[in-house]
């Protein structure tokens, strides 16, 4: 099995790639939201999200986007789940982050349910910690931060 990680390019086959995959895997809101179209479209043109590929086949993703003042957005991360648990997503978000930090980003944000203890285990070993809690379409979730560039270790 040949596993790549690349960056996401803004097309039409990319979106209905994600749209698919959240509508098929991600279906309990207490744990992550499904992404809008407009946020899938804002974080492909922003050129820092990143797939992760078999054999061609788009089987995770990173959502990223960023804006001129410095300031990076991880929107959503997600492995299909037979890959999960083998380091995939920390590798994407080594991409990614680097994708954003090379766009000049100095800080970084992402926003986790306080149930999904895993990916906030993974974002904390990202170099993620936590800023605030807030309340997001009805679902309590916590603000996390990134400021520093080191690799996810
Ligand atoms: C969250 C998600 C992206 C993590 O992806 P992943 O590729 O499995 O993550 P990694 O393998 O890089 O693991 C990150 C850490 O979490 C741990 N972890 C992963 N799956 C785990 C599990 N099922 N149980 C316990 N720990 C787990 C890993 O062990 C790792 O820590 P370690 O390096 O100390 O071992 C994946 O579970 C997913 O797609 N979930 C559904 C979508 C979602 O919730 N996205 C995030 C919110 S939008």
């Not at 959502?63 to 299909?80: C, M, N, S, W």
């Not at 648990?85 to 991409?95: L, S, V």
Request: hydrophobic share 35%; net charge positive; aromatic share 12%.
């Amino acid at each position: 099995m040949i596993i790549k990680v690349k960056p996401l390019t803004s097309c039409l086959g990319n979106l209905l790639s994600i749209i698919r995959i959240e509508r098929e895997f991600i279906k309990e809101e207490n744990t992550c939201f499904r992404s809008s179209k407009s946020d899938i479209s804002k974080c492909l043109k922003s050129m820092a999200s990143v797939g992760l590929y078999e054999n061609n086949k788009l089987i995770g993703f990173v959502l990223a986007h960023f804006t001129e003042y410095g300031t990076g957005y991880i929107e959503k991360v997600f492995v299909v789940p037979e890959l999960r648990n083998k380091g995939c997503m920390k590798q994407m978000m080594n991409e990614s982050m680097s994708l954003l930090f090379k766009n000049g980003v100095k800080e970084v944000y992402t926003m986790v349910s306080p149930e999904n203890e895993v990916s906030l285990k993974g974002f904390v070993d990202c170099g993620f910690w936590y800023s605030w809690g807030t309340v997001y379409n009805g679902k309590k979730r916590l603000v996390l931060k990134r400021i520093d560039n080191e690799a996810c270790y």
